[in-house]
């Protein structure tokens, strides 16, 4: 490609600008060989001409396409130099606000010097796992790139983060420390990031310091190592310190301080603990205002102080120790307020004895006062002959002071690292680590001395070994695609090191001037000069002899050579140091000690190798005159060692960027970014990227972007690679500028640009095409447009014309017409004129004929009138006079018919039905009284009704005692004595009755006049009531408002309480299984632990789910509900359990039976020895009563005995008989041996069946008679005597039970013999062994009646006592009714009969439920023990008899119908644990019943319920929890099986529920169904236990479906096509090159995430999960879909743009259409994808104007600001035609946005789960029609 082909016009350049370093132009005009200018226009629209050297030929270096700029990495771009790589950082920064962006291995970041919300936890974990070219430039991408290399190579890693002064490299590091532990860390250590982030403030206040660029500076480098195990979990750390800045403490130049810690401890003398210290502030001492002003702007230095003493505590330093520490920095600081005065010419020097700093100085550090005063002024000298102490100069004394406070500084700053180092340590082995290296940058001043030379040199080294590094990588590059090697040139630093510590290198020739005893700078300058003057990378300055120049490979440098020997040297005078050893502090004489045991190393291995790690510090000898290493030589040997360690590892290399000076946030300085990208290596590494093939392709994405230069014929090829091949051979004629490898195709610097200028043109040509073709449509379209419009005003006009000239015509007529009318009218008004004339003559001539005519009419009428008046007088007398006459009679018939009408009503008014009319209303009220009446003569009649009970109660008492006295008479009638006392005790009784019947009167005095009230009362309340119906009309409607709108409130607000509370808890239950995991893997390292330390094996009989078993058992006992209540107002709390009547009551009865038992408890000992003489009698009259009772049971027993031995006897005889039979037919010998053997076998059997059934008969009967007792003597009131058999409705007594086996027993004795019977004497021992057993029931039935007889005792006295309250509180009560109002009666009467009634309805239902559970338990035994009797007297079982003789009958059970029961033994448990869970695999039961394991399982536990057995219920329901978790904990990464399990355990949790027996689960039972419900045991908090395994389960089941489908989602949603040929696919950058990538395809499509889901539905309904629980499962499913791809959406800058966008809704649609399929629309996972939906409608919007900005807003309700902000900043063009997103846009779209109290969170948290709701899902199937797959091996289960 030649110059004149890309030089070409509207070719865009960057020239040099001495303002902003580059700046861009334009080509005007086409560039030609030859040409001496080149014409350019500026940004501005300025033309200007750049000069071209015509031999040189140095055009201008071109700029990238639009398109490419702002790339993620920068080796992504076409042109690689430094203008490219300045401009695109500047885009990414001041426009996209992005401050990290990688330059192939180096991850460059610039301070924004503002807080960014990009370091949550939640960006910690989107970052985790993922490759590093797949998301956005990022230091937790670096430290997952080294995390995941660590893990997949299992080599040490290292990530060098470097930069300026105020850079940002210490956060950088923080930050990248920060991911590794939240990454790495694991839940059984302390966290270690915890620990290092608490030596932070430590660290800070003793390295860091203000300099002229940073104000928080780190004046040291630090190497922090952070172990990890074999699981790369995170056990340690170590820190490795170099080069702290001494000279800081002694000298800062100006607007400098020194370390932070003088200042934190100088604003905190206030404190008491500091007053001892003597300090002031901190202007007042040298050491700390040698800058200037010593208060940094937004700093405080208390509150700092405070941060520094807490982390000290946090890692273990005791208070004395800190307390030393601080007395130590307040000496420091007297030493340098030292007042030396000068003797004898400035030859000696003293320091006055009262100098207060000293003795401050002495005194903090304990040393004495007068060695120091003299040894700080003098100097001892060692020769061979004798010793001199010579005096010092005043500088020398200085010198001598500022070493002193320097050794003192360093010594506690390396006791501080070690202590860190102490408290990070761990003893777990190391396997392997992480380093994070935070070193200072290159760094150049106006004035540089001995640190920045030190600094600069070790920068080189790194900068050797970064640059052979990146070497490598591209080697290694080169190789793997086969692509030839050709050596590249690169900047090599070697010389340059070699001068500096090479042999008679800089380093050596400043050590052997410091060993000289006269050297000095000036010497040792001049050496330098001598030496190194040929040197390529030394010079002399021209104007200096003091200085020298080292040309660095980042810029150079000239140093002053003041203080360079006295830096090195760092002298220190032995005795000072040994004055300080002999400090009474012993922290302070440790700091100085030798140093004899050096610190162990440290060896990391890794396979066979080895590296040992040695102390940063050198090992301090014993000092002599000073120290003998020099500071060069210990930083070199540090520096050496860093190096092998860095040579050992991978690094990672971060470079930190000083954006400006000033500290302003996002500010972009040119100049300081370039001269800081030399500095770091970053256009090195550029340089090195450009010089081979820095753009690379894929072979799939160069054929997707570059198809539309293809030629048709090529495109329907298979081979991709070949396609690929060609269009390049066509397109590049030179075959150096690409070359073609085994996945991607590599080109030289330049090549894409040209391509994409190629790929342009095409397009362009293809638009033009597409655009003269739509504009000739256009065109057309128009034509015919303007065509029918000519046509149409035509038309219009021809019809105006002709509308014209019909107007005019009918004008004309119109004329005419008026004419006519005009002439007409004026002849016929003059005819009207002579025509009105002729009417009025006529008029006047008529009127007076008229007139003369009306005269005489009036006349006429006037004598009318007269006559009309007379007549009419004349008529109206006479009908006055008839009208009067009327009127009377009218009179007297009106008052007859009156009087009629009277009487009538007189008549009426006397019935009843006129009476209730009027007193309609007054009946109601009658009726209220009448009630009021009724009710108070109830209450009037139940008082005397009580009384009376009370009068019978003392008269039956009175005749008690009356014949208890004749009694007492007859047997005693002697005693006298005792007579009067019962007399007496008579005549109390009879004037207790007495008074009884007066209160009784009394009572019945105030009834009455409570009644009279009670009258007056009512009327009141009746005109009360009229008022308040009034009332109560005006107030109903508002009230009803007022109730249903705080109704509907109420309701969402508990609404809204219940999902958060559901939400705690089942975050509490996933708290515990994740703690309950924890404890797991605890128990597994630990055992793990042991087995590699001593290879020693756990115990077998150890389990792993030991604390899985840890479940409330179900008792059945009846104990009293008392207890219980008492703990639940333990739990509660007492003002809680207060508002509770009930509860308040149960206890208040508890507490009153307490007292009686302690009562009772007393009355027993005082009574013991009535007692011993009652029990004599009492066993003589339980002896006679239990002989009936023992004769019956003996009776049954011996004959159940006989029976039993009739039988076997029968049988032995027909054996034998069988035998001889044999005998006769076969006399061989082994026929009579094989019959006497069978015999012999059958005889054993029959014996040991005997006493298996006298055993079982034994303990039957015991049962049954001991049962019968205990219903005797406690229960005969409660317990009902009659037992219902099985399969019985009849009930039948005990008795008749008995009678009826009595009579069986009878039959069999019929045919039998006695004396054949009992002719081996087993009748006898029977009868001995009945008579053993009837002596111990006696025993145990005299021990009964014992206690019988002291429980009625106990009870007497209990009823007596009650007696005694009773009437006590019926005296205290009618004393204080009497003495109160009647109101107050009543009401008080009510509350104590309400009280009264509650403690009996308490008493009443506990006795209840204790008898019903009694009698519950022991109708069961019964029925079961009635059960086996009757079995037991059937044939013995076929499977327990299997005799061959051919006389052997064998009875088979008869069938019955299966009741929906499993009967299994106790020891067949674990066989039925392991075979229906542990081993079981969800295909072996797919063709059954779903759910098929929890039908057996419940019909097990039904079968336990049955037989009562409550160990067996908890056994089977514990031993499946647990097997439940061992499977689960087995196969946790297994979707089908734990799915499985989660139906299995909701279906039996809605077992135990549907079948429990409460009715609001029996609802939808058939009659069948309630009749499988359990009968004994309430299993509710087994319900509870199972819905806590539920919860457990479905977090189970959710995190391995997002484990399935996470990695699928960002490949399937964001960078799959869909939509074929939509997407631009634009240059990768290294990054996509990562190692870390996989080598395969990864890549998913949509297609297989519908797939997935396809899966999880199907195998969710095979299984029989509920609906509601799998709609919940793709609820939580698809809000994880929603969050990963919008997270990745906001840290992916390569797909936002408006192809994803379209892609992106594509994918959203086909999603929604799979939910309409399955018919879930209403499951809520539609609504979880709005925020990605309004993500992509974001991406396609326009961008432009303000509308456009409040359209954005109003559509995007579910993106926070900084979401849509952080979108569009990311908004990046994938074609030329589109256009980016204006800052100014943005800034807009911000403003309308602030209004917003949106949360501060980027990133959506994909792990937050939704609160999961079981509901209560009844199933329609029976246990009885359930069938057991003969698969699962459940033989030994039998169907009851």
């Not at 059984?188 to 500076?217: C, H, Q, W, Y």
């Not at 050596?508 to 005893?517: G, S």
Request: glycine share 4%; with cysteine.
């Amino acid at each position: 490609m030649s110059t004149a082909q890309l030089y070409t016009k509207c070719t865009k350049v960057w020239i040099p600008d001495p303002d902003e370093v580059w700046r861009s132009a334009e080509i005007i005009k086409d560039y030609k060989e030859g040409d001496e200018s080149l014409h350019l226009k500026l940004e501005d629209e300025t033309v200007y001409e750049y000069p071209v050297d015509l031999q040189g030929k140095e055009l201008p270096l071109l700029r990238n396409p639009d398109i490419l700029v702002g790339e993620n990495d920068l080796t992504a771009l076409s042109y690689l130099h430094e203008p490219a790589v300045l401009h695109n950082l500047k885009v990414r920064f001041l426009e996209s606000n992005h401050i990290y962006t990688y330059c192939g291995i180096v991850l460059v970041a610039i301070n924004p010097y503002e807080q960014l919300p990009i370091y949550e936890e939640d960006v910690i974990y989107a970052y985790s796992g993922q490759n590093m070219g797949d998301m956005d430039p990022h230091i937790f991408a670096v430290a997952e790139e080294a995390y995941k290399q660590m893990a997949r190579d299992e080599k040490n890693q290292s990530i060098i983060v470097s930069g300026e002064s105020g850079a940002g490299k210490t956060v950088s590091a923080k930050y990248a420390m920060r991911f590794l532990a939240t990454v790495g860390g694991s839940p059984s250590e302390t966290s270690i990031e915890a620990k290092v982030l608490a030596s932070s403030p430590i660290m800070e206040a003793f390295g860091n310091a203000k300099t002229t660029r940073n104000d928080n500076s780190s004046r040291f480098g630090k190497y922090i190592q952070i172990g990890f195990d074999k699981r790369y979990h995170i056990i340690g750390a170590n820190m490795r310190t170099y080069l702290l800045e001494k000279s800081r403490v002694v000298f800062q130049a100006e607007d400098e301080r020194n370390y932070r810690i003088f200042y934190q401890l100088c604003a905190s003398v206030n404190l008491p603990e500091l007053k001892d210290l003597g300090l002031t502030c901190a202007e007042d001492f040298f050491y700390t205002s040698q800058g200037g002003d010593t208060s940094i702007s937004g700093v405080d230095d208390a509150d700092d102080f405070e941060k520094t003493r807490h982390a000290f505590t946090l890692l273990g330093v005791k208070e004395s120790h800190q307390m030393t520490i601080f007395r130590i920095i307040a000496a420091i600081l007297h030493l340098g307020n030292l007042e030396i005065r000068t003797e004898h010419s400035n030859e000696a020097c003293t320091i006055l004895s009262e100098d207060e700093h000293l003795n401050n100085f002495c005194s903090l550090l304990g040393v004495e006062y007068s060695q120091m005063q003299h040894w700080l002024c003098h100097l001892k000298l060692v020769t061979t002959a004798e010793t001199y102490v010579k005096n010092m100069s005043w500088q020398q004394v200085v010198n001598t002071r500022d070493a002193l406070a320097k050794h003192i500084y360093a010594q506690l700053f390396k006791w501080i690292v070690q202590h860190i180092n102490k408290a990070l340590h761990t003893t777990v082995k190391q396997h392997s680590f992480i380093g994070v290296l935070d070193i200072y940058g290159f760094e150049t001043f106006e004035v540089n001395s001995f640190e920045q030379f030190c600094i600069n040199y070790a920068n080189e080294k790194l900068q050797q070994q970064f640059n052979l590094h990146v070497f490598k990588l591209e080697q290694e590059e080169y190789m793997k695609e086969g692509i030839p090697w050709t050596l590249i040139d690169f900047y090599d630093n070697q010389p340059c090191i070699d001068l500096i510590e090479a042999k008679l290198g800089i380093l050596d020739l400043l050590d052997e001037e410091c060993k000289v005893p006269k050297g000095t700078d000036q010497n040792w300058v001049q050496k330098l000069y001598d030496r190194h003057t040929g040197s390529q990378h030394f010079q002399k300055p021209r104007m200096s002899n003091t200085s020298f120049i080292i040309l660095h490979f980042a810029d150079k440098v000239e140093y002053e050579s003041e203080g360079f020997l006295e830096k090195n040297r760092d002298t220190v005078y032995e005795e000072q140091i040994n004055i300080l050893r002999a400090s009474k502090y012993q922290m302070v004489a440790s700091l100085f000690q030798d140093e004899k045991d050096a610190a162990p190393t440290t060896s990391i291995r890794k396979g066979t190798a080895k590296i040992s790690i040695r102390s940063t510090r050198p090992v301090i000898k014993s000092a002599n005159k000073e120290h003998k290493k020099t500071v060069g030589h210990q930083f070199r040997n540090s520096l050496h060692l860093l190096m092998e360690t860095l040579n050992a590892t991978t690094p990672h290399y971060v470079r930190c960027i000083k954006p400006n000076d000033e500290k302003l946030s996002f500010k972009f300085d040119p100049k300081r970014v370039v001269q800081q990208l030399r500095a770091c290596g970053v256009l090195e590494t550029i340089r090195i990227s450009a010089a081979g093939f820095p753009s690379r392709w894929s072979y799939h994405d160069f054929f997707n972007r570059y198809r539309v230069l293809m030629k048709k014929r090529d495109l329907f090829k298979i081979d991709k690679k070949q396609i690929c091949q060609t269009l390049l051979e066509e397109l590049i004629k030179d075959p150096d500028k690409f070359q073609v490898g085994r996945t991607k195709i590599f080109f030289r610097s330049g090549q894409v640009a040209y391509l994409e200028k190629v790929r342009a043109a095409k397009l362009r040509a293809a638009m033009i095409m597409i655009q003269k073709t739509v504009r000739g449509w256009l065109q057309r379209v128009k034509y015919k447009r303007l065509r029918q419009a000519a046509v149409v005003i035509q038309r219009y006009t021809r019809g105006f014309l002709a509308r014209r000239l019909a107007e005019h015509l009918r004008r004309t007529r119109a004329a005419i017409i008026f004419q006519k009318q005009y002439r007409m009218l004026r002849i016929f008004r003059a005819f009207q004129g002579v025509r009105s004339a002729t009417i009025t003559i006529q008029a006047f001539a008529r009127g007076m004929f008229v007139r003369r005519i009306y005269r005489k009419i009036l006349v006429e009428h006037k004598a009318t009138i007269l006559q009309k008046y007379a007549r009419g007088w004349l008529a109206r007398t006479r009908f006055h006079q008839i009208r009067g006459a009327t009127i009377v009679l009218q009179c007297y018939y009106r008052r007859m018919k009156a009087r009629q009408e009277l009487k009538a009503l007189k008549i009426e008014a006397r019935s009843a039905q006129h009476l209730k009319k009027l007193n309609v209303g007054m009946e109601n009220k009658v009726v209220q009284l009448q009630r009021k009446i009724d009710e108070q003569n109830k209450e009037y009649k139940l008082l005397n009704e009580q009384l009376s009970a009370l009068t019978s109660a003392h008269s039956s008492e009175v005749e008690k005692l009356k014949k208890e006295l004749m009694q007492y008479q007859q047997s005693h009638q002697g005693d006298s004595s005792q007579l009067l006392s019962f007399q007496e005790e008579l005549e109390h009784l009879r004037l207790e009755l007495e008074k009884a019947y007066g209160e009784r009167k009394i009572v019945e005095d105030s009834y009455i006049k409570e009644k009279d009230l009670l009258r007056k009362r009512i009327s009141n309340l009746e005109e009360e009531n009229a008022l308040l119906k009034q009332e109560k009309s005006t107030y109903l409607y508002q009230y009803e408002d007022e109730l249903t709108q705080s109704m509907i409130e109420e309701n969402s607000q508990m609404k809204k309480e219940l999902e958060e509370e559901r939400s705690r808890y089942q975050n509490l239950v996933k708290e515990y299984s994740r703690l309950e995991q924890s404890y797991d893997n605890l128990q597994d390292e630990m055992v793990f632990m042991k087995q590699t330390a001593g290879h020693r094996r756990s115990p077998s009989n150890q389990s792993s789910l030991e604390s899985d078993s840890n479940y409330p058992s179900i008792s059945t006992s009846e104990t009293g509900d008392t207890e219980d209540v008492i703990h639940q107002v333990e739990e509660i709390g007492v003002e809680k359990a207060a508002m509770d009547m009930t509860v308040f009551l149960k206890l208040q009865k508890r507490v009153r039976e307490l007292e009686q038992e302690r009562k009772k408890l007393q009355t027993q000992i005082e009574k013991t020895e009535q007692v011993s003489k009652k029990s004599q009698v009492i066993e003589m009259k339980s002896e006679v009563t239990s002989d009936h009772e023992d004769f019956a049971y003996n009776s049954l027993k011996r004959q159940e005995l006989e029976s039993e031995n009739k039988k076997l006897k029968n049988e032995l005889n027909e054996l034998r008989k069988a035998i001889a039979d044999g005998a006769t037919q076969n006399n061989s010998s082994s026929d009579v041996q094989d019959s006497y053997n069978l015999l012999l076998n059958q005889l054993k059997s029959a014996n040991e069946e005997l006493e298996v059934r006298k055993e079982e008969v034994l303990i039957l009967r015991t049962q049954i008679m001991k049962a019968d007792q205990q219903k005797g003597t406690k229960n005969t009131e409660s317990i009902p005597t009659d037992a219902s058999w099985p399969n019985s409705d009849k009930h039948i007594g005990q008795e008749d039970v008995i009678e009826a086996y009595q009579g069986m027993c009878e039959t069999n004795r019929k045919t039998e013999d006695w004396g054949y019977l009992n002719e081996d004497g087993e009748l006898g021992l029977a009868y001995q062994g009945l008579k053993q057993v009837a002596r111990l029931l006696e025993a145990q039935l005299q021990d009964q009646r014992r206690e019988h007889e002291e429980e009625v005792e106990a009870l007497k006295k209990q009823v007596d006592a009650m007696k005694e309250d009773m009437e006590k509180q019926q005296q205290a009560f009618l004393q204080t009714t009497l003495q109160l109002s009647p109101e107050v009666q009543v009401e008080f009467g009510i509350q104590q009969e309400i009280t009264r009634l509650t403690n009996e309805n308490l008493d009443l239902k506990e006795m209840l439920e204790n008898l019903e559970s009694n009698e519950m338990k022991l109708k069961k035994q019964l029925k079961f023990y009635m059960k086996k009797l009757k079995e037991s007297k059937t044939t013995i079982p076929t499977e327990r008899w299997q005799h061959k003789g051919k006389m052997q009958a064998v009875v088979q059970r008869k069938e019955k119908d299966f009741q929906g029961m499993l009967e299994y033994f106790k020891e067949d448990e674990p066989l039925l644990i392991r075979n229906l869970i542990i081993d079981l695999k969800p295909q072996a039961v797919s063709a059954s019943v779903p759910c098929l394991p929890a039908y057996i399982l419940y019909m097990c536990i039904r079968h336990a319920d049955y037989i009562s057995d409550d160990q067996k219920v908890h056994s089977l329901l514990t031993s499946s929890i647990n097997g439940i978790k061992k499977v689960l904990k087995k196969h946790n990464d297994d979707f089908e099986i734990t799915s499985f399990w989660l139906a299995n355990t909701c279906r039996l949790r809605h077992c135990l529920k549907q079948y429990s027996g409460e009715e609001c689960f029996m609802t939808q039972n058939t009659p069948k169904q309630n009749e499988h419900c359990l009968k004994n045991f309430d299993l509710s908090e087994y319900c509870q236990v199972l819905s806590h395994l539920s919860i457990q389960i479905y977090q189970q089941l959710i995190k391995v479906a997002e484990g399935i489908l996470q990695p699928m989602i960002a490949s399937a949603m964001l960078e799959n096509e869909s939509i074929q040929g939509l997407s631009g696919v634009k240059p990768m950058g290294y990054r996509n090159r990562s190692s870390s990538m996989a080598d395969g395809d990864s890549s998913y499509s949509l297609d297989a995430v519908i797939r997935q889901l396809n899966m999880f539905h199907s195998i969710m309904c095979d299984q029989g999960l509920d609906p509601q629980i799998a709609q919940q499962i793709f609820r939580q499913l698809f809000y994880m879909i929603s969050a990963v791809t919008l997270n990745n959406l906001l840290l992916r800058k390569d797909v936002c743009s408006w192809s994803t966008g379209m892609q992106l809704r594509f994918n959203i649609n086909q999603l929604e259409e799979w939910l309409h399929g399955k018919n879930m629309q209403q499951s809520g996972a539609a609504q979880t994808l709005e925020p990605l939906i309004q993500a992509a409608q974001l991406l396609q919007l326009k961008k432009k104007t303000s509308e456009d900005a409040e359209a954005i807003c109003s559509l995007c309700t579910s993106l926070t600001t900084q979401q849509i902000v952080k979108i569009l900043n990311l908004y990046t063009p994938t074609h030329e035609f589109e256009e980016r997103v204006t800052v100014a846009f943005i800034r807009d779209i911000q403003t309308h946005l602030q209004e917003r109290n949106d949360p501060p969170q980027l990133l959506l948290d994909f792990k937050h789960m939704f609160p999961v709701l079981f509901p209560f899902s009844p199933s329609s199937i029976t246990m009885d029609s359930i069938h057991l797959p003969a698969s699962l091996n459940l033989e030994f289960l039998r169907k009851v």
